[in-house]
């Protein structure tokens, strides 16, 4: 690995560990109290959103988990997460004497649902989902300063979302793409505009800004409730995707790129005896055991924390780069109306280290908009994932020239057996 692909890594960390600097300045304004220094506390909190909002998108172009394996940013930033948007805001709220005293208690129930949220290992669903009210306390610490409702409506808020944490309905995670992305995303950026001028703004107008800024994340919520009731509808004949199971545990990057035809055929098919053993991702805590399967394919056994299931992987290799075809085990019925799809993953084996990279979502659909992908062709399906639809040999032509930001960083397995 290279010095500079190192420091780059580092700096995506540092930007990262930024959320925690602000944070500290939080914490002195917060002791510090008044009006003013709340006002500033609250703006360093737009500035650690802002910095979460980014610092993923700046990890995956440093590659920081192939270039620093040893180190998990992930921990890092649910660390920084976790003081930016709850004890902080929660710390706040009590400060500024927000709930009597007799009611300041209550806010060590936001404080303890909040631990339970952060500490769930699917909090965030792979296609772009926060699972039960994503610990915004850092908005409900706003509005509720801002707004100085009266003390039943706060207690009422405050205990609607510490239950809202344990029920386990989606709520939009727009910066990991899914249903509505664009949409949130702009409007975010309007709201925090909105947001500013309401602190910078002075007392004086204040609350009729407040106001008016809750059309943003009223509409994030209603957004959010439509989603959950087109999950709970009946869904018509579909490709099936559930062979991406493994895939979406593989990468956390979002919703996930898919084709319809395998990247191999029987003259391209390949068998390396090396690949066979037990591989390890401890920073995420998954196995793969892959084992000889039928002819020249692999079985490949796939184990996080909650649950096991195997696969089928054919390998091929195009110009020197090898790439796993990962479907369904043959045999399986999928039922008269659904296909079974294929995950390309391209492979790097170096002794006992394996790597493993998926095509990235977000360049491809970028190049879909843009019109720049060429072939081969490819759309959108129900759930926002993209499937490529070119035949095999065409799929071929272009994988052997993807320029490398076409797949995402890589995980690293490590040999145990």
Known sequence: MTANAKLLAWLAHLYTAMGLVAAAGMAVLIVHGGDRSFRR?????????????????????????????????????????????????????????VLPDGLAW???LPLLSSAYGFSQVHAKTDDGFFLGFPSYWNIVAFYLYVLHVP???????????????FVPTPYLYATRGGPFARLINVGAAIWFVLLGWVLLGGAGDSRTLAVLSLIYPSMYLALSAAVTVRARAPSPPRVDLL????????????????????AYDAESVVFDEALVGVWEDTADGYKATIERGE????KVTFTDRFSTRSFQGNLTKLGGTSFLDVTEMRGTDLGPYLVPVHGIVRLTLARDTLTAALLDYDWLTRAMTAR?????????????NAVVTAPTSELRRWLLRAPADAFEAPSTFTRKD
Do not use: N
């Open 372 to 384: 720049s992908l060429g072939r081969p062709a490819a759309a959108m399906d129900d759930r926002r």
């Open 106 to 108: 209550l806010l060590l």
């Open 243 to 262: 062979v991406l199971f493994l895939l979406a545990a593989i990468t956390a990057s979002g919703c996930l790129v898919v084709s319809l035809q395998p």
């Open 151 to 165: 003390a039943w409506v706060s207690v009422t808020l405050i205990v609607t979302c510490v239950i809202l944490t």
């Open 295 to 298: 002819w020249r394919s692999y």
């Open 41 to 97: 506390a609250f703006i360093l909190m737009m500035v650690a959103t802002a910095i979460d909002a980014t610092d993923g998108w700046l990890a995956r172009k440093a590659r920081v988990k192939e270039v620093l394996p040893g180190f998990d940013g992930r921990a890092l930033d649910d660390l920084i997460d976790f003081h930016t948007y709850t004890s902080l805001p929660l710390l706040l709220l009590w400060r500024a004497g």
